[in-house]
């Protein structure tokens, strides 16, 4: 009973040995969701109907959940209760208490799993908040916490050429760690990326070339960074990232749209989180087609209040007003908007 890592907790649910509470999260937000569905699959099979029970973490109910854990497994060995995204900054103190004093007393059928998907638990620090800290501390003492990092790309690399050779294709193992650092380490990201390259190669190999002409990641990503940069108050990411924005050349139209555009994607996610919405709600509401830019707006909009993310979208489309009405600079009008949006409160 203690932390784990991803290989050493999926080895065991896959042989059947299985712990009554875990706590899954970590910035491999597809690998949290993978691994709580293991364990579901493993614990109550195809009886998820009957024999799994989904709480959201926000709205979570102490006394309902004693009574839930409480109940016998029907046409299956266990009782599952998978609750997501419950967190302690955002839950009054005194519930959390309760929380745990009735997980000293889970019933040997019965099997928790918490998972977070949608709020980041370190708050953008290297270690989990103190509030969120006590909870994970007690479930390490009384069941197994995993926290699932990105790869690095040198590690990301042979999957990626694994998967690349599934599909037909070739590539070399440097160009492999190349398209992981263009992505980020983001295996959602690299997967479609990998989709969309085997299908441009056609059964030959992927070049460094193709993935120069093929993954437009760089803005998206440096994009996405200035916008958690400000979220975070940074003011000297955030002005790092605009000069790697410059350095590529960008055309000011594209900035301001993508710095846009990630601001609406964090506000809609704040609003469907307060409305009780999920992911996969705000995908089909919305149209979009890449779910991890859903999962991560989901993750990271808790950082800004929606007064904020609205006013950051407001300065935004006030600087794309002035740069196409008048002569302006437009390094000058962006980082002027970027320090605008950096002291908004």
Do not use: H, W
């Amino acid at each position: 009973m203690a932390v784990k890592d991803v290989k050493e907790v999926s080895a065991q649910i896959k042989k059947g040995e299985f712990q009554n509470l875990y706590y899954f999260y970590g910035r491999n937000v597809s690998g949290v969701e993978n691994l709580t569905r293991l364990l579901i699959k493993q614990t109550v099979g195809g009886m998820e109907e009957f024999a799994l029970t989904k709480i959201n973490g926000k709205e979570i109910n102490i006394p309902a959940l004693r009574d839930t854990m409480e109940m016998l497994p029907m046409m299956c060995e266990y009782n599952c209760i998978l609750i997501n995204d419950y967190n302690c900054d955002e839950i009054r103190e005194d519930t959390t208490k309760q929380l745990i004093e009735a997980l000293k007393e889970i019933p040997s059928q019965t099997i928790i799993v918490f998972n977070v998907t949608g709020f980041d638990v370190k708050d953008g620090k290297k270690v989990p908040t103190a509030k969120n800290k006590k909870l994970i501390d007690f479930v390490s003492k009384n069941g197994i916490v995993c926290e699932q990092e990105l790869k690095t790309p040198a590690e990301l690399a042979k999957s990626v050429l694994a998967s690349v050779q599934k599909r037909g294709c070739e590539i070399s193992i440097g160009t492999a760690q190349q398209l992981a650092e263009m992505c980020l380490s983001n295996p959602l990201m690299i997967s479609n990326e990998i989709d969309k390259l085997c299908a441009y190669a056609n059964g030959s190999t992927i070049t460094n070339e193709m993935l120069e002409l093929m993954v437009a990641q760089q803005t998206d990503t440096t994009v996405y960074s200035l916008a958690n940069a400000i979220a975070a108050f940074n003011k000297q990411a955030a002005f790092r990232a605009l000069d790697d924005l410059m350095a590529q050349r960008v055309n000011r139209g594209v900035i301001i749209a993508t710095i846009s555009n990630t601001f609406i994607d964090l506000y809609r996610a704040s609003a469907a989180k307060a409305s009780g919405r999920t992911i996969g709600n705000m995908m089909s509401d919305f149209g979009y087609t890449r779910d991890f830019v859903v999962k991560n707006a989901f993750r990271d909009c808790s950082k800004m209040s929606q007064k904020k993310l609205r006013g950051c979208i407001q300065i935004l489309r006030d600087t794309a007003v002035m740069l196409n009405s008048t002569g302006a600079d437009e390094r000058v009008a962006l980082e002027q908007a970027i320090a605008k949006m950096l002291v908004l409160k």
